[in-house]
């Protein structure tokens, strides 16, 4: 069973910063599995953020380039997500998400992804 779990949202001011977790179990081996970031604000549509492949490419959405970092630790089966320089409409529940398929290029597409946390919340106050 596989199973992803978040960790590191919180409330912080405008151009500070957070650093979120994606902690995996059962998606084995987890270095060859694309995971991704992704959100929801209220009322709006889950958004993509960052992904990371088993080859280590990275892709990121246009809104949160040179200011969030995807990366993984393979031997801790996490992925985290660092944002800097966070901006009031940052404000989400993040959620993480693994790819069952072994992707060469890690994909932004939310329906590439079977399998998904259960969201941590960040508050970005103005």
């Known amino acids: 069973q596989v199973q992803l779990v978040e960790s590191g949202g919180g409330l912080v001011q405008a151009g500070g910063s957070l650093r979120l977790s994606c902690a995996a179990s059962?998606?084995?081996?987890?270095?060859?599995?694309?995971v991704g970031w992704f959100r929801q604000a209220p009322g709006l549509e889950r958004e993509f953020v960052a992904t990371?492949?088993?080859?280590?490419?990275?892709y990121y959405a246009d809104s949160v380039k040179g200011r969030f970092t995807i990366d993984r630790d393979n031997a801790k089966n996490t992925v985290y997500l660092q944002m800097n320089s966070l901006k009031p409409e940052d404000t989400a529940v993040y959620y993480c998400?693994?790819?069952?398929?072994?992707?060469?290029?890690?994909?932004?597409?939310?329906?590439?992804?079977?399998?998904w946390g259960q969201g941590t919340q960040v508050t970005v106050s103005s």
């Open positions: 998400a693994g790819a069952r398929q072994s992707f060469a290029i890690p994909p932004m597409a939310s329906e590439a992804y079977n399998y």
């Open positions: 059962g998606l084995l081996p987890f270095g060859r599995h694309a």
């Open positions: 990371i492949g088993w080859s280590l490419r990275t």
